[in-house]
């Protein structure tokens, strides 16, 4: 598999069609993040093409699996047309609904997660997501930083951002709480959470 050629044809077809994908940056530290930890099941929310779940697919090496899941069918569509294409279907799974429905259908035993639908639903959707997530599990939330808003004086927001950046700067303040995460902000451009679920200290109150 040449995945330089695939990643940068997938990445073309994002941009053509106008469909969001993640800045290079976030993709080169996405990629080292999955490459250092060497999860076994990775989960994703948010598809659009598929970008990053290739990219998070070929940081794998031989083993593992990538389920993702994408709300639009189109952008669904896409993707499972780099998977068949590709011919990963074995390891790379394409789930097509409202990642809120789609998670309750999902067995447990995910070492990896990586958020990146909509910005002001990462606490709903992690909180959906820890059940399914084992002790050690890394969490990784993209564009924390909403360009920029995140550190911005509430008077400076615009009105129609407040609701995402309240809800941003609570979940990183849940995410910051001892003792069941382990969390640090990568200043990767767009801004990236990472993560770890302490599940067993989680489990025991
Ligand atoms: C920023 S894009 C994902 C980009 C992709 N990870 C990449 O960089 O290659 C966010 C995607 O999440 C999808 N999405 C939004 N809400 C969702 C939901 N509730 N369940 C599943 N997917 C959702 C959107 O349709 C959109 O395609």
Known sequence: ???????????????????????????????KLVEQYKPQRVLEIGTANGFTAFGMLSAMGDDGTVTTIELDADRAACARRWVREAGVADRLFVLEGDAAEVLLHLETGFDFVYLDAAKGQYWANLEA?????????VIVADDIFHDGLLHKAWTEIPRRQRTIVKRLREFIERLKQPPFYDTAILQTGHGMLLARFRKELYNAI
């Open 129 to 137: 997501v820890l059940p399914l997530l084992c002790d050690g599990a």
């Open 1 to 31: 598999m040449n995945w330089t050629d695939l990643l940068a044809r997938i990445r073309q077809e994002a941009l053509e069609l106008g469909v969001p994908s993640i800045d290079m940056n976030g993709f080169m530290a996405l990629r």
